[in-house]
């Protein structure tokens, strides 16, 4: 069965370059490190390598990236590792209302524990605006966390805008605020530059990249303190223990290298794919919604809802024509738990239920595309045909004054 | 989440789909903390179900428990649906994963509702 691929927010397949590059480490290169002796040596100069790589990927300093083993950790090692290092100065975080479930999770996690969480909301573009974030900030406040592009309608947030508040303010003598961004989805979607955010922390995850999962980054400015969440190892200039993953460090490092040198190749690319996936499906399916900012999100995220159905049945049975996405709503125990994303644009539950990403990837095609637009519109109307609520809504159009 | 092959095929090839202009009972019913709601009509000749159609909307559950029940009700004597069960519509579909049993429930509560109204 001929089968696409249209879920490369969720994970990339990885690049045959980069696992090439990350074999040999696997196998002959198989040295820790931390070891003195040649295959450590070896290790260490891969290791150094793809830093460097990653460093260069976000305009960094290779010593301020820390190697982990992935967004969700790195995620925890920012907002904790900085909650618990400035506990004694404030117990204020500010988020938005649309971040990862691990930043979520995470906030949740400090709110038990004692500290204030403010969530900005976003509004129908799916974007934070900046006024609200400014005034947010008190003087207890340690963090400012906002995700630079959203993992499920793509929007991206006005981060450097966010970044010039917090460099404002800090000058002016709040010294203990920092400013985290989760760039997991940004990261080969856009260009990410740490100096053009201002932001002290940034996570960034290898499988979204064509790199293989378990390994991740957190870019720490020069300078910024936070309390290590995995002690009991040196490694990482002690800010994160553990021997390092050597071989999926080497793929990370790769990946980060060919997503620097093909990024405008790739943009261009998934662009011209998703605008003409997004014309196509407005000419072919009736009663849809298009979620978030058409302009300010990434190149190859496309959220759309559609109404009278469900996202999980058109899910599935997308699935078996072997189109595969995703969607961010679940039903489970019979209460219902549509998208948090997309009831946070202000859309209804019926919307929030029916939505779908498309995330393209870099190796999407044309006649892929094309196929994709054969199998939606009878995956829409196989699953309308069985609604209530659309033949409802057909019932009264065609009671309707014309 | 993992679903049966038979379960899916209910998703991809519904059957039963529709509303009978002709019912002799019908019956909407919803579950008030998800929303999914399912619609039975059934035509019924000297105590046999001659024809049975269902619409459905909400999770992927409903919609297949919604069709294997429409499809199992066909030919059936009117005692014999009225005795069956959760259980029954759960293995019709495959099986359903521990969590999404409401959707039979709302499958047989729907059922009993149109009964109800012979």
């Known amino acids: ?402 | 989440m993992s679903y049966s092959e038979t379960f899916k095929d209910y998703l991809a090839n519904p059957r039963n789909a529709g509303e009978l202009s002709d019912a002799d009972a019908a019956a909407e019913q919803s579950n008030p903390v998800c929303g999914d709601r399912l619609k039975l009509s059934l035509r019924v000749r000297g105590g046999r179900i001659e024809s049975a159609r269902f619409l459905a909307y909400g999770c992927p559950p409903t919609l297949a428990c919604g069709s294997a029940l429409a499809e199992m009700l066909e030919g059936m004597n009117v005692a014999d649906a009225s005795r069956l069960t959760r259980q029954d519509i759960t293995r019709a579909v495959g099986g359903l994963p521990a969590r999404k049993g409401h959707a039979a429930a709302l499958a047989v509560e729907t059922l009993r509702t149109a009964l109800s109204k012979l």
């Open chain 1, 1 to 402: 069965m001929r089968r696409v691929y249209l879920d490369h927010s969720a994970t990339t397949p990885v690049d045959r370059r980069v696992a090439e590059a990350m074999l040999p480490f696997l196998t002959e290169k198989f040295g820790n490190p931390s070891s003195v002796h040649f295959y450590g040596q070896e290790a260490r100069a891969a290791v150094d390598r793809a830093r460097r790589e990653v460093a260069a990927l976000i305009n960094a300093r290779p010593n301020e990236v820390v190697f982990l083993s992935g967004g969700t950790e790195a995620n925890n090692l920012a907002v904790r590792g900085v909650a618990e290092q400035n506990a004694g100065r404030g117990r204020h975080v500010i988020t938005s209302s649309i971040e990862h479930s691990s930043v979520r999770g995470i906030c949740e996690a400090l709110e038990r524990r004692g500290w204030e969480i403010t969530r900005l909301p976003v509004y129908d573009n799916g974007i934070v605006r900046v006024e609200d974030v400014r005034a947010a900030i008190r003087p207890d406040t340690v963090l400012v966390t906002v995700m630079l592009a959203n993992n499920e309608v793509g929007t991206i947030q006005p981060v450097a805008e966010i970044g010039s508040i917090v460099r404002e303010r800090r000058a002016e003598g709040h010294k203990h605020l920092l400013l985290h961004t989760d760039a997991v989805q940004a990261l080969g979607g856009m260009k990410v530059e740490v100096e053009t955010l201002g932001c002290d922390l940034l996570s960034m995850s290898a499988h979204k990249l064509y790199a293989p999962k378990g390994v991740g980054a957190l870019y720490v400015r020069r300078g910024t303190r936070l309390t290590p969440q995995n002690v009991g190892g040196h490694q990482e200039r002690e800010r994160r223990g553990g021997t390092e993953a050597v071989a999926f460090i080497v793929a990370f490092g790769e990946a980060a290298r060919l997503a620097r040198l093909e990024l405008d190749e790739r943009i261009t690319h998934v662009k011209r794919l998703r605008d003409a996936f997004e014309s196509g499906v407005e000419q072919r399916v009736s009663d849809i919604v298009f979620n978030g900012d058409r302009e300010r999100r990434l190149p190859n995220v496309s959220n759309i809802s559609f109404r009278f159905i469900e996202g999980e049945g058109l899910l599935i049975n997308l699935d078996m024509q072997g189109v595969a996405v995703s969607t961010g709503s679940a039903c489970s125990s019979g209460s219902l738990e549509p998208s948090p994303v997309i009831r946070a644009l202000g859309r209804d539950d019926g919307l929030a239920r029916g939505s779908i990403r498309f995330s393209l990837g870099k190796d999407t095609t044309d006649e892929e595309i094309a196929f994709v637009l054969e199998v939606l519109p009878r995956a829409v109307e196989t699953l309308r045909r069985l609604s209530p609520l659309y033949q409802k809504a057909q019932a009264e159009r065609a009671c309707a004054p014309a």
